[in-house]
């Protein structure tokens, strides 16, 4: 939309100012995508912003960021949550293989607010997927 895109445009005028040695890290989240997104709101967001996924090294510790709103509803595009999970679990693979001792998550929707075992809301992932994330980890 119109109101969007001054937004984008404004964003990037101001991010401009910003240092160049400033590295800038975007995590997608449910006003980029929506709470259902769609293969087109993913192909959106990445034109305007990057990659929705990808992790990076920085100091020694490995970070990861995810596209959380794939775990949140992913009905309208199961194939690229697969590609994300089969992503995630070769990353895990690596960071293992190099015995990473610090790992920091990126994503827009947290597993919990308060504790592992709280009932799902609007604020964190259902528990299913919650426990299943956690255990990779």
């Known amino acids: 939309t119109e109101w969007r895109e001054a937004q984008i445009r404004d964003l990037k005028n101001v991010l401009k100012n910003l240092r160049s040695d400033i590295p800038l890290v975007f995590v997608s989240g449910n006003h980029d995508l929506g709470n259902t997104p769609t293969p087109e709101t993913i192909s959106n967001y990445c034109q305007q912003w990057g990659d929705d996924y990808f992790s990076f090294w920085a100091g020694g510790v490995f970070f990861l960021v995810l596209n959380s709103q794939l775990y949140f509803d992913a009905s309208q595009c199961s194939e690229l949550k697969a590609a994300q999970d ?20 990126f994503q827009h929707i947290p597993f919990f607010v308060n504790e ?13 997927v919650r426990y299943e994330l956690m255990e990779k980890y």
Not at 86 to 105: I, P, S, T
Not at 116 to 128: G, I, Q, R, S
């Open 86 to 105: 089969a992503w995630l679990e070769q990353q895990l693979a690596v960071a293992e293989k190099k015995q990473c001792r610090h790992a920091v998550v």
């Open 116 to 128: 592992p075992e709280e009932d799902h809301d609007y604020f964190n992932l259902e528990k299913t």
